[in-house]
């Protein structure tokens, strides 16, 4: 039997504990992670499934965020993403903007919609006090 520095007896080698830090286990489940929030993220944006029609104007640019009123094509309206009638309407863009009648707001209407309802919302919105009306459309997918 071998006696050690130490005084006692050794019949093996004794392993130590390893110091250095395995990343596989890390890099996978961050790329797992990764995944999972590139596939969820484009299902997170909240809005009214309208049908836009096409511009060729360019986007206005602002600091505020604008109110977002909403007609689908059944005549149905939205402020953001809540259900409105056209009654209750003014008053509640006006909760939403706290009385500033200088606050943008968007309207995006159907593209299959009655031109007619949609000026119906407008002429309500300005009639309520609101000088920033504009109406939304959809990009055009290529340049002419």
Request: net charge neutral; proline share 7%.
């Amino acid at each position: 039997m071998a006696i050690s520095a130490g005084g006692g007896p050794t019949r093996g080698r004794r392993r130590r504990p390893a110091s250095e830090i395995n990343v596989t286990p890390l890099v996978d489940v961050m790329l797992v992670l990764l995944i999972i929030f590139m596939v969820t993220a484009p299902m997170m944006t909240s809005g009214v499934n309208v049908d836009l029609p096409k511009t060729d104007a360019s986007p206005l640019n602002a600091d505020t965020k604008p109110i977002t009123v909403s007609v689908k094509n059944d005549g149905t309206l939205f402020l953001g993403d809540d259900p409105v009638s056209a009654d209750q309407l003014v008053d509640r863009l006006k909760e939403a903007s706290q009385n500033d009648p200088t606050h943008r707001i968007f309207v995006r209407a159907d593209a299959h919609i009655n031109y007619g309802q949609v000026m119906d919302i407008m002429g309500r919105i300005t009639s309520g006090g609101f000088t920033h009306v504009a109406l939304l459309a959809q990009q055009p997918t290529s340049a002419q």
